[in-house]
């Protein structure tokens, strides 16, 4: 396996995962790169698929697994440039990451040890899709407000908020600024507010695709690595009394 | 090489061997979950020793009812930020299981979040410690909307002090007995012989099981090592399995010194026995008490062995191992100490001296935690209530059921105080007349 990628895509990968681990199965195969994780608390899970024309060379011709360390690659790239190019090759255990002239062996984890999730598929009725700067807006207001917000999408509207002991926060979408809503009678969950902080802190799509039901997981589709992959990320909502 | 002892752990809870009690009220417990009503009791905690199914009881219950686990153990960090992060937020949101199932807890399926060895937190030893862990746990039960379940070894370690008291009362405590030899060789270790094809004779087995004392996974790792390669176990193999066990050779020293007359062959024996001196030493003075029973016989023998103790203080002094052999001499000068020849009572006691100093721990935590009810009462310190009256007090207890049913209730003992004070006798009777007296108290209210 010996692989080129730009440095910024490779960071918004590692970046997305670590919001839920710190070692993660990178899966490659003759198509291209697939990442799925799950939290130790399993309340979210991340998948990430990159065609290998998402890749500035790519040549794998056997499936292969690497167990990566993600705070390692991290720690490297905080030395190069966004615009730089990185070269990853597996050499035995090994990883071998260079950039220009600077290059890094690391000892890989042995990926059997590292639990790779199955996607639920989840048939969730309602869909909206809304502006990621907006979207961020509305769940970083509510950070010190709850441990919990609320997604809510009716018939004509996006909508999202939460309430504190003392204070409350929302944001109301209308439907005609939404690039897409389907939803034939209202749905609602409630969810972990520091999760989706810090997956929408982690994201540079422009807008996320919201799907969302009752008390059931809520799974918000984006684009990673300029719209050269395709991300998912599910998150399971809070047990109601 | 996959060990037989996790290739065997039971899939469901029908398969559990031995403690069916407890098994009824796990299963009961949790029916509750499943059936949306969330029991009073979030938590259980499994007390018991090693190898007596606690784990696997933990792992089969989440099994037969389609449960996700998160599983916290020993090995993991167990600070209160992790304990936050993982098992408290898992107890709070729904889940998604390894297979890719997302689980509502509407329809029954929860996520049995598992804290093993909950007793063996590293607290207050840096950061890389388990600080704040024990709170940690505890918040995680009070507002847990999942089934948790700690499991200990020792109660004791999870419940002391008073955060440990407010735990106590949220959980329910589901202790797991020892299984005897029989159901180990039975129901266990012929199942796995007639699994791998091995022949084997049920006597064997019995004696693989014996040996084990009740420790399940002890026994089916020796079991395993013995048919290492083979389709058969013979008598043959099982005395291997003996010789390759350090302390059957202390044993069998000890053994010897206590009943042979001859110096001499004492003195051989305890060449040969490849172990440290003042583990040796310990044996014989952990065991000699009960075997000899003229005290004459006896004070020689403890003559012998403080002598013994004295070179061992010698060599650790001054690094010379010269001494070596005086230690020697006077260990098996404890054979020739006795006038009498003596038999054997019963099995020698291991000199668990780490056990011994836990126990010691254990009762000056008692010892304060008792003083400390005690001082309101006597409105002084806990320490001048130590000093002063703690020693009147607990003779008093000792003595007089009545005075001590009632402190029971004054002080709100707990049954290990109770046990503690009295050591360990009448604690039925003090238990039942302090219900009397709180029955009567209510009436009177």
Redesign the interface.
């Known amino acids: 396996m010996d692989i080129k990628m730009n440095v910024k895509d490779l960071k918004e990968v590692t970046d997305l995962l670590l919001t839920l681990v710190t070692e993660a199965k990178f899966e490659f195969s003759k198509k291209g790169l697939s990442v799925k994780c799950v939290d130790l608390a399993h309340v979210a899970m991340i998948v990430l698929e990159l065609n290998k024309e998402a890749f500035l060379e790519y040549d794998v011709t056997e499936d292969t697994e690497l167990g990566i360390d993600l705070e390692k690659i991290k720690d490297f790239l905080k030395n190069t440039s966004s615009t730089d190019v990185i070269e990853m090759k597996k050499e035995d255990s090994k990883l071998l990451l260079t950039v220009g002239y600077l290059s890094r062996t690391m000892q890989t984890i042995d990926p059997s040890s590292i639990t790779v999730p199955k996607v639920p598929s989840l048939g969730l009725p309602a869909k909206a899709v809304v502006p990621t700067e907006q979207f961020a807006g509305g769940i970083k207001v509510a950070e010190n407000i709850s441990d919990n917000i609320t997604l809510h999408i009716t018939p004509t509207e996006f909508r999202l908020y939460s309430t504190g002991d003392e204070d409350s926060t929302r944001l109301i979408i209308p439907k005609d600024l939404l690039k897409d809503l389907k939803c034939d009678s209202e749905v609602k969950s409630l969810y972990p507010v520091d999760y989706l902080l810090r997956f929408i802190k982690a994201i540079n799509s422009e807008y996320v695709t919201v799907n969302l039901g009752t008390d059931y997981p809520v799974k918000i589709e984006f684009d990673i690595c300029n719209g050269k992959g395709t991300g998912v990320f599910l998150l399971a909502p809070r047990i109601e009394e | 090489m996959i060990e037989w002892a996790e290739k065997y752990r039971p899939k469901s809870l029908k398969d559990i061997v031995g403690n069916q009690d407890a098994i009824q009220k796990i299963r009961e417990w949790g029916e509750s979950w499943k059936s949306g009503n969330i029991p009073k009791k979030k938590a259980l905690v499994f007390e018991g020793k090693p190898g007596v199914g606690k784990t696997s009881t933990a792992l089969a219950l989440a099994n037969d009812f389609g449960w ?1 686990i ?1 599983e916290l153990n020993a090995s993991d960090i167990r600070n209160e930020e992790h304990i936050k ?3 408290m ?2 107890s ?11 689980l ?3 329809e029954g399926k929860r ?1 049995l979040i598992i804290i093993d060895e909950a007793d063996n937190l590293y607290e207050g030893k840096g950061d890389s410690g388990d600080r704040g862990g024990r709170k940690a746990i505890i918040e995680t039960v009070k507002v847990t ?2 089934p948790v379940i700690l499991i200990v070894n020792d109660p004791y370690e999870l419940f002391k002090g008073e955060q440990g008291q407010v735990l106590r009362n949220l959980v329910e405590e589901i202790k797991f007995r020892s299984l005897n030899y029989k159901q180990i060789s039975s129901s266990i270790l012929k199942m796995i012989c007639a699994r791998e094809n091995i022949i084997v004779d049920r006597n064997i087995l019995d004696r693989i099981a014996q040996k084990s004392g009740g420790d399940v996974r002890a026994a089916i790792n020796d079991l395993q090592m013995l048919a290492q390669g083979k389709k058969t176990i013979t008598e043959k193999d099982l005395e291997n399995l003996g010789s390759r066990d350090i302390v059957e050779n202390i044993y069998s020293a000890t053994l010897n010194i206590i009943l042979s007359m001859s110096m001499k062959t004492s003195r051989e024996v305890l060449n040969s026995v490849d172990e440290d001196p003042s583990l040796i030493m310990q044996w014989i003075d952990e065991n000699i008490a009960h075997e000899y029973l003229d005290t004459e016989d006896l004070s020689r023998a403890f003559d012998y062995i403080s002598d013994a103790n004295l070179y061992l203080g010698r060599i650790r002094r001054l690094q010379y191992y010269g001494f070596l052999s005086y230690v020697y001499d006077f260990l098996a000068a404890v054979s020739i100490a006795k006038k009498h020849k003596y038999g054997i009572h019963g099995k020698l006691n291991s000199p668990d001296f780490l056990k011994a100093m836990a126990q010691r721990k254990r009762s000056k935590d008692y010892r304060d935690i008792i003083s400390q009810k005690l001082s309101k009462i006597t409105h002084q310190s806990q320490d001048s209530t130590n000093f002063e009256f703690f020693e009147i007090f607990m003779r008093i207890f000792r003595n007089d059921i009545n005075f001590a049913a009632w402190n029971t209730v004054i002080l709100n003992l707990s049954e290990e105080e109770i046990e503690f004070l009295t050591g360990n006798e009448n604690v039925e009777k003090i238990l039942e007349k302090s219900k009397d007296i709180m029955k009567k108290m209510g009436n009177n209210a």
């Open positions: 996700g998160i992060e993982i098992a937020r898992g709070l949101y729904e889940t998604f299981s390894d297979n890719g199932d997302f509502s807890s509407k996520k909307m999942q």
